[in-house]
């Protein structure tokens, strides 16, 4: 691309600490003007589905939410997200061993996670996909999107995670009435170095 050009569009792309030289190698070579930084299950990790539930056995709940927490601070930290993908994903892995409900009585072990991305200015997404497994939430839930604008979370984002064309925006009656709630009067976004503020229409 020519000198000045600005290239609209963006990747959602898995984070790992294992993976953080490919990830910065990939971002040095696709200049992308937005980045969803998401912690999925990963190769080893405790969440695979044949492994999560004698892992989970005996151990508090502080220990078992621990290695996907500590993975989301991780990138955040490194500072090569716009935008942090459906926070809590780990939810629909933990299920039915843990439910959306045993979470929600704990909200100060996301705590730590909603400080660091506030401290680094990097926008929370409200994933409406959540609402379509067990639990029925939002990633995160609204609970935890009001804590992150009570803390100074000041950057969002609405998506849908969708991966068929039916699918798209779904949802997002209920996640502009969220972060409307929250307090939030916008989306934020990125195009090449310039900051974009979309503003959430209210209900009609």
Do not use: C
């Not at 937005?34 to 999560?52: A, F, K, L, M």
């Amino acid at each position: 691309a020519g000198r000045g050009l600005t290239i609209r569009f963006g990747a959602e792309m898995t984070w790992n600490r294992s993976w953080e030289g490919d990830f910065r190698d990939h971002l040095r070579r696709h200049r992308y003007d937005y980045v969803i930084g998401s912690v999925h299950d990963w190769p080893g990790s405790p969440y695979r589905r044949t492994d999560v539930g004698s892992w989970i056995a005996g151990r508090p709940l502080d220990e078992i939410v621990a290695p996907y927490y500590n993975e989301v601070m991780a990138g955040v930290r490194a500072g090569v997200f716009d935008t942090v993908g459906h926070l809590d994903v780990v939810k629909r892995y933990l299920h039915p061993y843990v439910t959306a409900a045993d979470l929600a009585t704990r909200p100060d072990l996301v705590e730590p996670v909603l400080r660091t991305i506030v401290d680094a200015g990097v926008a929370l997404e409200l994933n409406t996909s959540g609402l379509i497994y067990p639990g029925a939430e939002t990633y995160p839930s609204a609970a935890t999107v009001a804590r992150f604008r009570e803390l100074g979370g000041s950057r969002v984002v609405a998506g849908s995670d969708a991966h068929r064309k039916d699918s798209l925006a779904q949802h997002f009656e209920l996640a502009r009435e969220i972060l409307l709630d929250a307090g939030f009067d916008a989306l934020s976004f990125r195009r090449g170095g310039e900051r974009v503020r979309v503003p959430i229409p209210a209900a009609s």
